[in-house]
């Protein structure tokens, strides 16, 4: 199957700093990608979807000056958690879509990102 | 509003058993439902996805059932193994996907 790799896996960050999360898809050519949060024993919420080249698009109550995203390439998206408060602790995912051997829209995810802010 | 419902929040089950799944959903017409499996601090990953016009789809020990009428799912693992042990997420959309809460199976030795 596809591989999307997620780094870092954890950050621990204080309150009111910023925090870089990266995804890449490293066999294939992710068209669109897509983060999620999850809360514990919740399901994945998605917040975002990221084309390459063009604008993110944020769902509903989704700050996007608060989480700022860049698809730059077809195998990258970051997700930037500006002005990190306690609040914004969870579990981030990344997921990616590409076009070709795939059966229709599965998506492939990252490992996920642990972050605490404190 | 669209609602995907996934029965159970957690499953016991003896190794070696059949572990049965559902999955209810309203206010959707998926031309796909997807099934991945999630463990402790980790992404999720996909396992089977199965169209509208299929009614059954097997991937080794798993089995999937998809009912339009019904707008239900059912996610069987037979011969269960411990290593089975996961939470597995139903997933619907076209484009986006939108999640169930999952079912946590715990498959006893």
């Known amino acids: 199957g596809a591989v999307v790799s997620q780094h870092p896996s954890r950050v621990i960050c204080k309150s009111g700093t910023s925090v870089k999360i990266e995804c890449r898809s490293l066999?294939?050519?992710?068209?669109?990608m897509f983060w999620y949060r999850q809360f514990p024993k919740q399901s994945l919420m998605l917040m975002a979807t990221s084309n390459e080249g063009s604008k993110a698009t944020y769902e509903q109550g989704v700050e996007k000056d608060k989480f700022l995203i860049n698809h730059a390439s077809l195998t990258l998206s970051t997700l930037t958690v500006t002005s990190a408060h306690p609040e914004d602790s969870s579990f981030y995912i990344c997921s990616a879509s590409g076009q070709g051997a795939f059966e229709g829209t599965e998506a492939f995810f990252g490992q996920g990102t642990r972050l605490t802010v404190v | 509003s669209q609602k995907i419902e996934q029965n159970s929040e957690a499953l016991n089950i003896q190794e070696g058993k059949t572990a049965t799944l559902t999955c209810n959903y309203t206010?959707?017409?998926?031309?796909?439902l997807q099934w991945y499996r999630q463990d402790p601090g980790r992404g999720p990953v996909f396992l089977l996805l199965?169209?509208?016009?299929?009614k059954e789809k097997r991937k080794e020990r798993l089995k999937v059932t998809f009912d339009t009428t019904l707008k239900q799912s059912l996610f069987h693992i037979t011969a269960s193994q411990p290593a089975d042990s996961a939470t597995y997420l139903c997933a619907l959309g076209d484009y986006k996907l939108s999640f169930g809460a999952g079912t946590t199976v715990t498959v006893r030795a």
């Open positions: 199965i169209r509208e016009n299929e």
């Open positions: 206010n959707y017409s998926p031309a796909y």
């Open positions: 066999d294939f050519q992710a068209t669109t």
